[in-house]
C-alpha cells in the first residue's frame, strides 16, 4: 500500500534530502513506522516520548489534521497523501517576534501586559 | 442603513451574502446545502482585523494598560496592523509596527497613510530574523506597549461578543463556521459562541500552507502554537496550499463577484470541501465562512491573472493571508 509523505525542510535530513518519500501502513502509527525502520530517526522528531504526536508537528492526510481524525489512530488509505509541516501561526511571522519580546510563553495574557509594563 | 456617531462604532454589523451559484447542486428532492460569505471587507479598514484591533485597544484602556500618547508596539504581517493604525490614529496612540520585508507593497502604504511607522525585518531571514528585530526594539524601548494579538482574550472575545452573535441572527440555520486560522481568534471566539447556541455546529478551520521558506524555521522546537488556541472548539482542521486558495478566490470572484483576498480563497476551499461532503451524505447544510478581506490589497502580485503556476510562482515566498 504506497502512501506519498511529504517532509518539511527541517526533517530532510533524516530522507536523505528527499521531499517526497513513501510509506505503507493502515493507520498513522503503522506509517510511521514504515517510515522510521527506512529512515532511522523521523519517528522521534514526530512522537513524544510519552508516545503522542509532538506539540509543534502538524500532521495531515489528504490536506486534514490528523489530530482532529484520530491522531496516531487515524486511517490510511492506498493513494492518501500525507504532509508533515512544523507548527506554525498561519498567516504571520510576527507570532515569533511576539514570542520572543514575551520570553517564557505564558497562558496568562494578564502577565503579557505586566511585561511591558516593566 | 443605519447611521454612526464615529467611524470605531460602525466596526461590525457586516453582511452575510448568499452564494447561490457556487453552492454545490443537490440531487431532487435532497435537502439544500447552502454556502453563504460573511463579507468582513466591509469593516472600517476593509478587513476582519477591525473587530479585534477595537476590542484589544478598549480592554488595555479600561485596565490602565495603555495611556494617552502612549507608543503600541506589534508585530504584524499586515491587517492586524492596518486596523490598529486606524484605532490608535483615532484614540491618540503612535503605533509601530514590526513585519517582514515581503508582504505586499499595498499593505505597507496603508500603514504609513494611517500613520503607522513601520520596522522591517529581513524576509531572507524568516521568523529567527524578525524574532531577533523584535528582540532587539523591545531592548530599546522598554516603555512601548504590546496588545499581542496571539495572545491577548480581547481578540477572541471580539468575535464571541459580535462575529457569533451576528452570524446567528442572520442564520439561525447555520450548521458549519469556517474561518483562517491565523492567531486563532476568529475561530475560538466565533466558534464558542456558535457551539454555545447551536446543537451539533461543526467549527472548521482553514489554515494557510505557505512555502517553507517564509517560516524560516531551523527546527521542530522552534514551532509556535498561539496562546489563545484550543483545539476543543474546532471539529476540522484543513492546509490549503496556494494553488487551491489562488483557485478559490478567482471563483469567487468570477462566479459571485466577490473580489476577496487569497486567504478567503482558502476558506472558501475547506467550505466547499465540507458543502460537498454534507451532498455526499444526503444533509442539510449551510455553511458560513469568512472573507477577511478584500482583494484590494493583493493586485500588486499580479496572482489575479495569468495561469495557476504564474500566480503560485508570483506567490512564493510571500505572505498572502
Redesign the interface.
Known sequence: MAIEVRV????RSYTGGSKVVEGAGDTLTALIDDLDAKHSGLKG?LITPEGGL?????I?IN???V??LGALDAKLSDGDSV?I??????????????????GP???R?AA??D???? | MARYESLLDACGGTPLVGLPRLSPVVPDGAPPVRLWAKLEDRNPTGSVKDRPALFMVRE?EE?G?LRPGDTIL????GNTGIALAMVAKLRGYRLVC???ENVSAERIQLLRMYGAEIIF?PAAG???Q??????QI?AEH?D???L??????ANARAHYETTGPELLHDLPTITHFVA?????GTLMGTGRFLKEKVDGIQIV?A???YG?I??????????????LYD?SV????????TRDAVLRTRQLVEVEGIFAGF?SGAILHAALAVAHEAVKAGRRADVAFVVADGGWKYLSTGAYGGTLNDAEEALEGQ?W?
Open positions: 518539511p525542510t527541517i526533517l522528531r509532538h506539540r509543534f508537528v502538524n495531515y490536506d486534514e489534521d489530530r482532529f504532509t509541516l512544523p507548527a506554525v501561526a498561519g498567516g504571520a511571522l510576527g507570532f515569533a517576534a511576539a514570542a520572543a519580546l514575551l510563553r505564558s497562558n495574557p503579557v501586559l511585561r511591558t509594563k516593566g | 488595555a485596565s494598560h506589534e508585530p504584524t504581517s514590526v513585519m517582514p525585518s524568516g521568523s529567527n524578525a524574532v531577533a528585530t523584535a528582540k523591545a522598554p512601548w506597549k504590546m499581542f494579538q496571539y495572545g491577548n482574550p483562517g486560522l491565523g492567531t486563532t478551520a489554515e494557510p500552507r517553507e517564509v517560516y524560516g524555521l531551523r527546527n521542530i522546537d522552534e514551532g509556535y502554537v498561539p496562546e483545539a474546532l471539529d476540522r482542521r484543513f492546509s490549503v496550499g486567504s505572505l493571508a
